[in-house]
């Protein structure tokens, strides 16, 4: 007889992946991000709902989840496996919304807890008429589980009655799919008239895929066609390599026509002995637990190499998009410092100014036309990295993540960052100049705007600027000119480097803030090897 391996070393493994899975995160929209989501998202529901708390808890009862599309008579099975309505059924679709757990009364504390299903809500009733207002639980239906309880059925036996795979609402769809993570045994109802639908065989798939203790239900068969629909979904299994998995069939009975009534108890016996026999006996019990829990721990070996696979696409991704970004600012970063090295900023109203200085025009003027044609210099090069950014970024699909294809590029925040900065440069530029002044050992006053504004054009110049070099040479000495310069050299490329930085940090910080990293995938393969090696 098989037996569940409940070791608490397998158990940490087993937290220690699922903490990894629940740190992997898939934000760029690539090709295949959104089933990467998905995997991650039913993963983490099957360790969570299912193999965690199944490992820890081997003795809790079986829990058997009835799931399948609209229509299929899922809450009238239930009903009448358990012999009076728990579940609301009737022709109205969507009719289960709320899920609906029952178990014997002697079981209800293993579900009225957060063993299971810890994102759901309890609320429960001893005994009460479905058809009542379901406890006013109607404002949040999507996230409460009732729990009902019944003498009819056996100790170590559990019956969840989930919402439509097929839902129209997609949190109902999304509630069943986690509702099935939750199953130690999956029970998929099906009727004559829908049997080989997409749907159905969908479950029936993932089912065998995770290698699920399966139990298949073909529901309303009407009594002159039964055994005809019977062969040809049995021939459907058994193609489909579920020829072993036991099937059940329920005859369309009056009491199935509007889905509220129950079925006399001859029709579901089959299935209902199935179920109580696999609570009871021991070996069957097992067989049941272990087959589910060691065929998810078995599809570990292939989902998380895609999973990890999936986040090396991300990063590699990732590093493209970061790369653009690097690329574009350190070529105008470089491209700046050759024009501030040949004197660009020396040109126009700046270089006006200059030739009119001093007869007609003063030092603060020039400083003014100076500081503008810096600013302007470096929102050029700031907006041509952006643009390279961005002709970059429209061939890569990833760059329409959220938060980078909704960033808009405001030229008014770059200049007014890029204003600032140059206007602190000029304050800092203007106390150096006030400090060379302060210490000439001469009784001439020197202006020290006069010298800000030289040292400014020396440094900005170039070339054309020589004249202000022996300018500032005449008022400070050699030493304390060369001094100045050298300071102020210095003091320009601090901020030049500041601007570009920032405005290259501030293109990245939406990519950053992404978090995707080289980490994960290293991070998920790890996980995994750590837990084959404890198997």
């Known amino acids: ?16 992946l699922r903490d990894r899975v629940a740190a992997a995160r898939f934000p760029l929209p690539l090709a295949g991000a959104p089933r990467a989501r998905a995997n991650r998202d039913e993963l983490l529901a099957q360790l969570d709902d299912y193999l965690v708390p199944r490992l820890r808890a081997p003795e809790a009862p079986l829990l ?3 799931g399948g599309s609209t229509g299929a008579g899922k809450s009238t099975l239930v009903n009448s496996l358990v012999g009076r309505r728990v579940s609301e059924a009737g022709v109205l679709r969507p009719t289960t919304r709320t899920p609906v757990l029952v178990c014997h009364p002697e079981d209800h504390h293993w579900f009225s807890g957060m063993r299971v299903l810890p994102d759901l809500t309890r609320v429960w009733v001893p005994h009460r008429d479905p058809a009542d207002d379901l406890l006013g639980t109607e404002a949040d239906p999507g996230r409460v589980l009732r729990i ?14 989930a919402p439509d795979i097929d839902s129209l609402i997609a949190g109902n769809r999304v509630l069943a799919a986690e509702l099935i993570c939750a199953a130690d045994i999956w029970i998929m109802v099906t009727t004559a008239a829908r049997y080989a639908d997409a749907v159905p065989w969908h479950l029936l798939r993932t089912a ?10 073909l529901d309303r068969v009407p009594h002159q066609v039964v055994s005809e629909v019977s062969r040809q979904y049995g021939a459907l299994l058994t193609k489909a390599g579920l020829g072993h ?11 199935s ?5 129950l079925l006399p108890g001859t029709a579901v016996a089959p299935l209902k002995t199935w179920l109580v026999q696999h609570a009871q006996d021991p070996a069957a019990r097992q067989h049941a637990m272990a087959r589910t829990a060691y065929g998810l721990l078995d599809s570990l070996k292939s989902r998380m190499p895609e999973l990890a696979g999936a986040s090396a696409a991300q990063y590699a991704a990732a590093l493209r998009l970061t790369s653009a970004v690097d690329s574009a600012y350190d070529s105008e970063h470089a491209r700046v410092r050759g024009r501030l090295q040949s004197g660009a900023v020396l040109a126009g109203d700046a270089l006006k100014r200059w030739r009119a200085f001093p007869l007609d025009c003063t030092a603060g003027e020039l400083l003014d036309a100076l500081v503008e044609s810096l600013a302007a210099l470096l929102l050029c090069v700031v907006t041509a990295a952006d643009e390279r950014i961005d002709d970059t970024w429209r061939r890569e699909p990833a760059a329409g993540a959220p938060g980078l294809a909704d960033r808009v590029t405001s030229l008014e925040h770059a200049e007014h960052r890029i204003g600032l900065a140059v206007r602190r440069w000029r304050r800092e530029l203007e106390e150096y100049a006030e400090d060379e002044v302060r210490h000439l050992e001469r009784s001439a006053a020197v202006d020290a705007e006069v010298v800000a504004a030289l040292v400014a054009t020396a440094v900005l110049g170039g070339r054309r600027a020589r004249s202000a070099g022996e300018g500032l040479a005449e008022r400070l000495g050699a030493h304390g000119a060369l001094r100045l310069r050298d300071r102020a050299g210095r003091l320009l490329g601090e901020h030049v480097d500041r601007v570009m930085q920032g405005e290259r940090e501030r293109r990245r910080a939406p990519l950053d803030a992404l978090d995707v ?4 995938q290293a991070e998920l393969i790890a996980a995994l090897s750590v837990l084959q090696k404890e198997r």
């Open 245 to 255: 998995v036991p099937r059940f069939t329920v005859p369309e009975l009056p009491e």
């Open 517 to 520: 990293h080289a980490e994960q």
């Open 1 to 16: 007889m098989v037996t569940l391996d409940v070791r608490p070393q397998l158990l940490d493994t087993l937290s220690a």
């Open 148 to 161: 009902e309880t019944a003498d009819t059925l056996p100790r170590g036996l559990a019956l969840l009655d």
């Open 208 to 217: 065998k895929e995770y290698d699920a203790t399966l139990v298949t239900v």
């Open 64 to 66: 058997a989840v009835v």
């Open 257 to 261: 026509a509007w889905g509220a009534g």
